[in-house]
């Protein structure tokens, strides 16, 4: 049997004043802290109704880019729970979108009625898990990994201004790395443009860990260390306090939050014979 372990954790970081960061694990939203969700596999609603875990990391502003993001997961929670998936990934598929859609609507809604919420809009990043099953969705250069057999592997590109010239081959991903441009965002909630991009579904298998994060972890944390630090051991709450550690350590310029989905193997208890 393979139970999961989620844990959250978001905070403003040393330098900033507000936290723009919003998350979002099981019907949980906060923009403070941490939240963590323990599970079997096997759990009935999880097989039926699925769960999302998603990062929202918010613009415009500090008043105006937390209410984005407030808006975009509470829109997301609404609309994904109260549709019908009877454990079908196609249903969950369409759900997700049609959530993404709504939420990027009344973020562009909540925007037009309020001169101080003009350009607010978030960029956003999860998986929307259904038993072992899971879709990986993100607009924005929030991202999702995986690391399996001590790998870790990107399964989101950004979208960014510098990493389409990358995709393009008219900027080296090194220059991509100190380009002024590379936190210039292409496509986020709030805009008339925006999409939802999704790529799945794929399957946890045992010993997966899942790491959702915005760009104030792994805008700070190289590759490299992301990957020795999620395959170094611990729960899934001590690599969330020292992968956030980490990033204060290397500036904490940014909001920092960071959601961990750890796919553990049950020892059986069967007796043998």
């Known amino acids: 049997m393979m139970r999961l372990v989620l844990h959250g954790h978001t905070?403003?970081?040393?330098?900033?004043?507000?936290?723009?960061?919003?998350?979002?694990?099981?019907?949980?939203m906060q923009n403070s802290g941490e939240i963590e969700?323990?599970?079997?596999?096997?759990d009935i609603d999880l097989l039926r109704d699925g769960l999302l875990a998603v990062v929202a990391d918010g613009m415009g502003g500090h008043a105006a880019g937390a209410m984005a993001a407030h808006i975009t997961l509470a829109t997301l929670d609404q609309v994904f729970y109260q549709s019908e998936k009877n454990g079908d990934l196609w249903r969950m598929e369409n759900a997700l979108r049609s959530a993404a859609n709504q939420a990027n609507l009344a973020v562009i809604e909540a925007a037009a009625g309020n001169a101080g919420y003009t350009g607010m809009g978030c960029t956003l990043a999860g998986v929307a898990l259904l038993g072992r099953e899971y879709v990986v969705f993100h607009g924005g250069d929030?991202?999702?990994?995986?690391?399996?057999?001590?790998?870790?592997?990107?399964?989101?590109?950004?979208?960014?201004?510098?990493?389409?010239?990358?995709?393009?081959?008219?900027?080296?991903?090194?220059?991509?790395?100190?380009?002024?441009?590379?936190?210039?965002?292409t496509n986020a909630t709030g805009i008339d443009s925006f999409e939802?991009?999704?790529?799945?579904?794929?399957?946890l298998r045992p010993q997966d860990t899942l790491l959702i994060c915005s760009d104030g972890l792994h805008g700070l944390i190289d590759f490299e260390t992301l990957e020795r630090m999620l395959a170094a051991g611990g729960t899934a709450e001590e690599r969330c306090a020292a992968l956030a550690a980490e990033a204060v350590r290397r500036?904490?310029?940014d909001n920092i939050s960071i959601i961990l989905i750890d796919a553990l193997e049950e020892e059986s208890t069967a007796p043998h014979g």
């Open 11 to 28: 905070e403003k970081g040393p330098v900033r004043d507000e936290n723009e960061d919003v998350i979002l694990l099981g019907r949980v």
């Open 37 to 42: 969700i323990r599970t079997n596999i096997d």
């Open 142 to 185: 929030s991202r999702v990994y995986r690391l399996r057999n001590g790998v870790l592997r990107p399964l989101t590109e950004d979208d960014t201004v510098v990493a389409i010239a990358v995709r393009n081959g008219r900027m080296t991903a090194q220059e991509a790395e100190t380009s002024p441009s590379r936190h210039y965002v």
């Open 196 to 203: 939802l991009h999704t790529d799945g579904p794929q399957s």
């Open 251 to 253: 500036g904490g310029y």
